[in-house]
């Protein structure tokens, strides 16, 4: 029974996410009552959301899989690691086995949490739940054992959850959203290190007196704020690097900008089929809690996103993104997909320091260095992801796929080590855990202060 | 008539689709035709314009020709029915 179980969901992986996922998400979607004709509808929208991923796919790999061959050999600069940036890797993270059993169980632990009032926030952002089975899938492929990677996902997803909470008081100010928290991974992680890193840039005498103006910023770097003018720019810049000539330097120009343009538009296809089911369970959730005015409804960083110094600072951080990837030792990452996201990761340092441009791009900077050597790192782990689901890779084409931020977050990567039993990593969990409690302690000594004087 | 309207999130990809699907649905029942775009914040001023509408999830920085809405009910679903209707009313008198 066990055995034929298991020849089963070998055969319906075996299909692919194109035909795999549709009819997983059909099955989930009528689990919590779609009705079936948009169920059907939906989840053929995911397949072809695939087949077009796999379209754009094609085309970046046949113009930076030469390219950065020709980097190498031209310039001795060796970035072979492809930066898909987060959609693809969501994309490929709702194909994992593990992603449906992450949904439920994280709609349970966030049910049981908010129960025993250990948490106020009810993420009803289904979507970026993926992030909680993007770091199972991670252990569940590393350690080939699926109740390791659900423990870690549940872990992260309480995590996160927690973050939110902490973070809920001064996003609700700073931001300007009441009753709202913020449960997104690939920002929630970093609140904790701007915390730190304001504090630490406090003691620095002159760098504590320095503030930039966001308007100016935007102003003059406003043209790394476009996904197709970055993949313009860094192809061309590519190019001339890689001494092509000059067709093919604005050719590798076009391609890459027109691949920063579409293949995020392609996930957005893969999105449009997830909705009915990601409406449903939020509609549950929210009918579940009606009228509660104590907790938090947990939203996507987008919510917050449009807060001029973190527009600034993220546009300040892109083209510093490329320097650092060619100048940090150990990194083989070319930052690409990811370039035009680095709002979100820098949406909760900029929190942190309420705003001050200059301190958030100085603690930006060792972050994205982390970020790049863990993306690095992890590719490895990404691409035997990939090929698990059956993620098509371009004939031909046998480099490594990874996401700048998504992948190089070194919250997941901490995780995936701990679990893999490494020493360091292991070490680290009572030391960042002492840090983030005096960290925790400040921070509500300062709010309660920040009332006395009211 | 034909309207068009931006819809903006933090990347342009996934918040931005829901409330672009809910208000594209909307607006078809009550007869606007509607042609949309999805962008990031930083994109948004390219577009300025070009739109009858701006219709964002988050606080856009920038002083617009263009008319903004703030799509938050529609996320958090709370005073979503009256915030699209308002959005009907803006169309139908652009």
Redesign the interface.
Known sequence: MGNQLLKIVQYVLGLGPTVMLPIVIFILAICFRVKVTKALRSAITIGIGFVGIYAIFGILTNNLGPATQALVKNSGINLPVMDLG??PLSAITWAAPIAPFVILITILINIIMIAFKWTKTVD?DI??YWHFAFAGALVYSATNSFALGMIASAIVAVVVIKLADWCAPAVQDY???P??SLPTLSSAVFFPIGVLGDKIIDKIPGLNKLKAD??TI?KKF?V????MMIGLILGVLLGIVAKYDLKGILNLGINLGAVMLIL??M??IL??GL?PL?DAI??IL?KKYPGRSDLY?G??????????AV?AT??LLTPVAVLLAVAIPGNRILPLGDL??L??MISMVVLATKGNVIRSFIIGIPIMIGDLLVATAVAPTVTNIAKSIKFQFPAGYNGQISSFLDGGNPFRFWILKIFQGNIIALVLIPVVGFIVYALVKSTKKAAEKANVTL | MKKKIIF???????????VA?KVTEYCKEKGINVEYQ?C????L??FDGNADLII???????KLETKVVNA?PI???FGEEELLDKIVDILKEE
């Open positions: 987060w959609p009803i979507w970026n931001f300007n959203l009753g709202i966001p308007e935007q406003g790394f704020g476009e996904p995020p538009r996930v957005r999105m449009e909705l990601s939020k509609k929210q409804i939203l996507d960083i987008a919510v917050a996103i449009g807060n001029p527009i993220a546009l035009a996201n709002a979100v | 903006v999130c933090a990347t342009g990809i996934a918040t931005s689709t829901v699907e999805q990031n914040v930083a994109s001023p390219t964002s999830t988050t606080n856009v920085p920038y938050l996320i958090t679903g």
